[in-house]
């Protein structure tokens, strides 16, 4: 286990507390190991990013902690509960997460993307969704009010009646990020949120992503944009070949040659095995 | 012993029909990802082409030089039809949401059904299909069995047997060794790739129809041949075992059809002789063979030869 | 460049057009004056043919009709020449135009082969010939106008209420008119003209403003649907004919909003799913007080319709288990394979192979009526002078069945449980990864979906007086899946529309009976080419059939800030 203290001094504290710990997590593929015994520990309030060329494994590692697969060794503990690689059961234990290929449900509008978010933490079944008793109706006008509260939030509060499909790409990646937010986790999991953004666009993201660390909740992002990552993480994370290349403040990461040398003479292999996750 | 070894030979008869068939299905499959589920109609429609043809060509007679004359109208039927279905029907619906290509095939079903049921008949000359119409009598294949042993073997099954043989060889040279055979191989593993490649994607999707087509009337033939009768309905159950037999082998794996479809056979031949109590004999061998279809589908979706990863979402 | 000249072209045509437009409303005014006045004169020298339709200044059957097609077509020329801009009254001229031209058509060919020969037409049917085609230039010509929905005039609610009930009014008028039509011929020339009607005024735009209206006023909508509907029975005069095919009606309409739940909702392809109408029309046969009854147990209807749903259900719950596992295709054939086995399962538990449940082939006869209380369905009851017989008591039933299926699957739709749903329908493993529980959902929508199905059955036990296994093959499964599909997926109006057109059209036209099912696969065809959404879509069902139509998109956009607003 590596514990690395966050030297960046930003104006924020960061917790104590573990949120996420990640245990020598490896995921092999018939013979090829996408990812090899990787650890990290994710604290309150921290802001951890996670770089590496294409093909890396960052996705894939995603995808364990997330529960889409199942780790072929190693554990994954939040709050130091273990997690059952099970999605839904992530969700509910308090992680959530955006997708690379961004993955809304398209002819739903913004506000019913984000109330599906809200959908872990309500507990109206059929017979009272029938009934419509009051509870129900209570239910229905909070998980309503929420969402609207969360589109406000990312920003897109105009465009509660518009069709996912409809919004413009870096809104539908805030929409991501706000149906995300739905579902109450202690940590979200961002997979390249500025991925298509403009500068400007991926300015305002980082404020946003900054606003949601003020609210307490922990954040890991995969970023291919390096001055986005540097600028906003509190600690880097460099993975290459399934491995953790190295590891501590944006500043050790920028300035280690090894880093470099990945990204530049790194093979190029393609990420096909990711994307098609 | 006896009776096992009886068995064997009625399920290697009922497992050769399966398998003509079932090729159809994974050939399509292995082509366009499509599960065309009309394709036990076309097997219907080659047993009625050739009933057509011995009516209209020899009508009475019974010599056995008439038979690959009929199988050549079995084949016109069916290819005809599979060919207008796929240009009508199916291909209009490439890209569209899975669900319509599926509630498109099971219109077909019913609209060649129906048609053979209604209009059969109108055709001067033709017996009325509304009931089961008798399937001509061929010297050599209808007469007498064989019985070696104490085992029965009708000359009928021998001929489906040896028609999936021949099929077999016949398709292995047609996939192996020609130009249009390893263009097929090519679409199947990567169709954008082979397009690139200058390959006609649409022409070689004909093509599997066209090959589907073909064995199941082959089939069609062998099954008239062997209970002397046939119906409009006698797709639907032939249509959804061999679509068993071809998932059971691995669906767009085609010697997976095969080996589906003779495994299946057996299973069944022997489940109607050894199942005991009141749940076994004939009135619940459709019974098992629908129970193996949901056990198949739901345990070994990739099948015996499950090669190919098969994702249905 | 080029596109520089077509342009062009274009605005030169559309100039040429603009100029003929108000000439194009004239011709279209002439040729509804001149199919209005066709009704006046004699079609046929023969008096025994389609009513008697030889007498001049004496309207009867189809020349009635043509005098229908020949006021609408005229009051859409009238609009033609306002022009307003929420309506396209040039469409729908043409499509009036069409179908009159096909009623002539048709109206010809009868008088032809029924009284021997061409030279029987009178003048009429060729003046009617002149009006179609006149109706048919001037929509052909009219200026095409590009509808903006925004447009709508608001009325006052209470007239908007008005305008709902009196179109609901209409509808029981025309279905107990066309109920009345005896003669197939005389039939089929009314169902071109309502059918003519109808395209015509929906492809004015009529249609979306109905819909508007109704958006904005569901509740008297609703009530007033269903007053229509209770109000039916007392139209028919104590005959039974009518009333029975209404009934049926009312059963498969059920039943195929229940597996509008489980397709239209959930996105699941059930194709066993009349085995559910099955297991409940078994349950109440053997509960029932029928001597061939193989249960001993007699409990009161009540409990028989609770056993019924709750059989109906667990089997559903069993049928649905495999979703965990396999989607798609396989689910389909799966569900398929359940409902053949069911059907296998009871033709064989005779006590011969396997124990004795179901009498086997033969079924379960002798059902008695139902007994509510007294009141014996099996009576006729008379109300204010009105005997209703047996089959309006079973029609009052089953119209509160029906209205029970859509309350649930209305309420369902619109709840935490109906946006799962679509979020499944749409990204699977993006609903799950936001926390959706997707096998439950999928298992609810089938248990549900079967538990209604399962309630419908016991009724339909005691209104049959018996059960088959013959009624419960793959082929009602699949009519039913029709009826959805050619109402509309996920809709409620379009699935009572999609199953009184399969269930009242083979009754009625009995010389096509026997191709009923040839021509509803033809349907099933064509609906997925050309339709897929169904006769009464729901918006967002049609976004997923038609994912790249930008029109569309931007019409549903258009709609739904309407709706928020």
């Given at each position: ?277 | ?313 | ?160 209420i008005l305008i709902i009930v009196l179109a609901l009014a209409m509808l029981l008028f025309v279905t107990a008119y066309t109920l009345d039509v005896e003669?197939?011929?005389?039939f089929?020339?009314l169902l071109?003209t309502i059918?003519?009607v109808t ?11 109905i819909?508007?209206?109704g958006?904005?006023?569901?509740r008297p909508l609703v009530l007033s649907a269903f007053l229509v509907a209770f109000l039916f029975p007392f139209t028919q005069g104590g005959s039974n004919a009518n009333m029975s095919i209404a009934t049926q009606i009312l059963i498969f309409a059920a039943t195929a909003l ?111 009526d139902l007994?509510f209380?007294?009141f014996?369905f099996g009576e006729t009851h008379t109300v204010a002078g009105i005997p209703l017989g047996r089959f309006s008591n079973y029609y009052f039933l089953l119209l509160l069945l029906v209205a029970l299926v859509i309350l ?48 419908a059955?016991?009724i339909k036990?005691h209104q049959d ?18 009826a959805?599909?050619?109402g509309?997926?996920?809709?409620v109006a379009g699935v009572l529309v999609g199953a009184t057109i399969l269930k009242l059209l083979p009754e009625k036209l ?26 009464v ?29």
């Amino acid at each position: 286990m590596t514990v690395t203290e966050s030297p960046q001094s930003s104006a924020h504290h960061i917790g104590d507390k573990v949120v996420l710990e990640a245990n020598d997590v490896t995921m092999r593929f018939g013979g090829l190991t996408a990812v090899d015994s990787v650890s990290m520990t994710v604290h309150e309030g921290e802001i951890v990013g996670l770089i590496g060329p294409n093909g890396a494994g960052k996705t894939t590692f995603f995808n364990c902690l997330t529960g889409l697969y199942i780790p072929t060794e190693g554990k994954v503990t939040l709050n130091g509960a273990t997690l059952p690689p099970k999605p839904l059961k992530v969700v509910r234990a308090g992680m959530a997460r955006t997708f690379q290929n961004i993955r809304l449900f398209n002819n739903m509008t913004a506000l019913e993307n984000v109330m599906v978010g809200r959908y872990c933490r309500t507990s109206s079944m059929a017979l009272t969704s029938i009934l419509r008793g009051p509870k129900f109706r209570r239910e229905e006008a909070e998980t309503r009010e929420r969402a609207q509260e969360l589109l406000d939030y990312v920003g897109l509060g105009s465009a509660t009646e518009i069709l996912a499909r409809n919004l413009p790409y870096g809104d539908q990646r805030r929409l991501e990020i706000a149906r995300a937010i739905a579902t109450d986790p202690q940590i979200l999991l961002l997979d390249e949120p500025t991925a298509g953004m403009n500068p400007r666009e991926t300015e305002e993201t980082m404020h946003l992503i900054f606003k949601i660390r003020e609210s307490g909740l922990a954040v890991v992002v995969i970023e291919h944009d390096m001055r986005f990552i540097f600028n906003l993480c509190d600690r880097v994370l460099c993975l290459v070949q399934g491995e953790v290349l190295i590891e501590g403040s944006p500043g050790e990461v920028q300035s280690d040659p090894r880093v470099i040398e990945a990204y530049i003479g790194g093979d190029a292999e393609d990420d096909e095995e990711e994307e098609n996750a | 012993m006896d009776a096992f070894a009886q068995q064997l030979v009625n399920g290697l008869t009922l497992g050769s029909l399966y398998a003509l068939i079932a090729v159809g299905y994974t050939v399509v499959y292995g082509i366009i990802q499509l599960i065309n589920f009309a394709h036990g109609e076309i097997f219907m429609i080659g047993a009625f082409g050739a009933l057509s043809t011995w009516i209209v060509l020899f009508k009475g007679q019974t010599a056995l030089w008439m038979l690959p004359v009929m199988i050549v109208g079995a084949i016109a039927a069916s290819v005809v039809t599979a060919v207008i279905m796929e240009r009508a029907a199916y291909r209009p619906l490439r890209g569209a949401p899975r669900l319509a290509p599926l509630i498109t095939a099971i219109g077909i079903s019913v609209f060649l059904q129906e048609g053979v049921r209604l209009l059969y008949g109108k055709v001067p000359g033709f017996p009325d299909a509304k009931q089961k119409v008798p399937f001509p009598v061929i010297d050599g294949i209808t007469g007498q069995s064989w019985n070696p042993g104490n085992i029965v073997i009708q000359r009928a099954a021998a001929f489906t047997i040896l028609a999936l043989v021949v099929c077999a060889i016949g398709l292995w040279i047609f996939v192996n060794r020609t130009k249009t055979g390893r263009a097929m191989q090519a679409v199947s593993q990567d169709p954008d790739t082979a397009r690139l490649m200058g390959i006609n994607v649409n022409r070689i999707i004909v093509v599997a129809f066209i090959i589907g087509a073909t064995l199941a009337a082959i089939a069609g033939v062998a099954q008239g041949l062997q209970v002397t009768n046939i119906n409009f309905k006698m797709g639907f159950l032939a249509g959804l075992k061999a679509f068993t037999a071809a998932v059971l082998g691995g669906i767009g794996n085609v010697w997976g059809a095969v080996l589906g479809g003779l495994t299946l056979g057996i299973v069944e031949s022997m489940a109607v002789q050894f199942v005991p109590g009141t749940f076994g004999g004939s009135p619940w061998k459709d019974v098992w063979a629908f129970a193996i279809l949901i056990l198949v589908l739901v345990f070994r979706p990739q099948g015996l030869l499950g090669a190919k990863v098969v994702d249905r979402a | 460049m080029s596109t520089v000249l077509e342009h062009g072209n274009d605005s030169r045509v559309d100039g040429i057009r603009n100029r003929l437009a108000p000439r194009a409303a004239g011709l279209a005014l002439a040729g509804g004056v001149v199919l209005l006045l066709s009704g006046l004169l004699s079609w046929s020298y023969d008096d025994r043919i389609l009513g008697d339709i030889s007498i001049r200044f004496y309207p009867a059957g189809i020349q009635v009709y043509v005098m229908v097609l020949g006021a609408v077509a005229i009051a859409l020329a009238v609009l033609l020449f306002r022009r307003p801009g929420w309506l396209d009254p040039g469409r729908g001229l043409k499509a009036i135009g069409l179908g009159s031209l096909v009623f002539v058509a048709g109206a010809l060919l009868a008088i032809t082969v029924q009284a021997g020969g061409l030279v029987n037409v009178n003048e009429g049917a060729w003046v009617a010939l002149v009006g179609a085609l006149l109706v048919l230039a001037g929509g052909g010509l009219a200026a095409e106008v590009d509808l903006d929905v925004r447009t709508w005039p608001r009325l006052k609610s209470s007239y908007e209420i008005l305008i709902i009930v009196l179109a609901l009014a209409m509808l029981l008028f025309v279905t107990a008119y066309t109920l009345d039509v005896e003669n197939s011929a005389t039939f089929g020339t009314l169902l071109v003209t309502i059918l003519t009607v109808t395209v015509g005024l929906l492809m004015a735009g009529l249609g979306e403003y109905i819909g508007f209206i109704g958006q904005n006023n569901r509740r008297p909508l609703v009530l007033s649907a269903f007053l229509v509907a209770f109000l039916f029975p007392f139209t028919q005069g104590g005959s039974n004919a009518n009333m029975s095919i209404a009934t049926q009606i009312l059963i498969f309409a059920a039943t195929a909003l229940g597996l509008n739940i489980v397709v239209g909702l959930a996105g699941l392809l059930d194709l066993g799913y009349i085995a559910f109408l099955g297991t409940g029309a078994y349950v109440g046969a053997m509960l029932s007080e029928s001597t061939f009854a193989t249960i001993g147990w007699k409990p009161p209807f009540f409990v028989v319709m609770l056993c019924g749903m709750a059989v109906a259900a667990v089997f559903g719950l069993i049928i649905g288990s495999p979703t965990l596992r396999v989607s798609g295709d396989y689910l389909a054939i799966v569900t398929l394979g359940f409902g053949e086995i069911f059907r296998l399962a009871m033709f064989n538990l005779d006590g011969n192979n396997g124990p004795d449940l179901t009498n086997g082939p033969n079924g379960i006869p002798g059902i008695p009526d139902l007994n509510f209380f007294g009141f014996d369905f099996g009576e006729t009851h008379t109300v204010a002078g009105i005997p209703l017989g047996r089959f309006s008591n079973y029609y009052f039933l089953l119209l509160l069945l029906v209205a029970l299926v859509i309350l649930v699957f209305s309420r369902l739709n619109d709840s935490r449980i109906g946006r799962g749903w679509v979020a499944i329908r749409e990204d699977e493993r993006a609903a799950e990864a936001m926390g959706v529980n997707v096998f439950g959902l999928k298992l609810l929508a089938f248990a549900v979906g079967a538990s209604l199905a399962g309630l419908a059955g016991t009724i339909k036990a005691h209104q049959d007086t018996s059960v088959t296994p013959d009624q419960y093959i793959f082929l009602e499964s699949a009519f039913l899946l029709a009826a959805v599909v050619l109402g509309g997926m996920g809709t409620v109006a379009g699935v009572l529309v999609g199953a009184t057109i399969l269930k009242l059209l083979p009754e009625k036209l009995r010389e096509v009976n026997d191709y009923r099912l040839f021509s509803f696969g033809l349907l099933l065809v064509l609906m997925m080419r050309f339709r897929p959404e169904g006769l009464v879509p729901s918006k967002r069902r049609q976004l997923e059939f038609h994912e790249d139509d930008e029109h569309l998109v931007e019409l549903a956009q258009t709609e739904h800030l309407e709706e928020s607003k």
